[in-house]
């Protein structure tokens, strides 16, 4: 079995930064890739940013310039660096892995993490 934690979020105001953490473990043969999603109220999961094991980034437009993702292949680890915070940035964030285990490829997600932009 495979398992992801978050920590990281919090509240903070416009123009603050956080940095969010995800670690996957558990029987991990491969990652393919890990990433990040978004869920604010009344609205869709969305794709915030991800990486590949070949450390390709892709990242929403939203986000562009202000948010960067990287990873710790050693620890099984991806974190999101959040700043320029707006309150538009406000959601629950999710963190997603694509992983290989012994009983083949899956994708999993992590428990959430609330990130509140508020003045």
């Known amino acids: 079995q495979v398992q992801l934690v978050e920590s990281g979020g919090g509240l903070v105001q416009p123009g603050g930064s956080l940095r969010l953490s995800c670690a996957a473990s558990?029987?991990?043969?491969?990652?393919?890739?890990m990433g990040w999603y978004r869920q604010a109220p009344g609205k869709k999961r969305e794709l915030v940013a991800s990486?590949?094991?070949?450390?390709?980034?892709n990242y929403v437009d939203s986000v562009k310039g202000r948010f960067t993702i990287s990873g710790d292949n050693a620890k099984n680890t991806v974190y999101l660096q959040l700043n320029s915070l707006k309150p538009e940035d406000t959601a629950v964030y999710y963190c997603?892995?694509?992983?290989?285990?012994?009983?083949?490829?899956?994708?999993?997600w992590g428990q959430g993490t609330q990130v509140t932009v508020s003045s």
């Open positions: 990486v590949t094991a070949g450390s390709s980034t």
């Open positions: 997603n892995a694509d992983i290989r285990g012994p009983l083949g490829r899956y994708n999993y």
């Open positions: 558990g029987s991990i043969l491969s990652i393919y890739g």
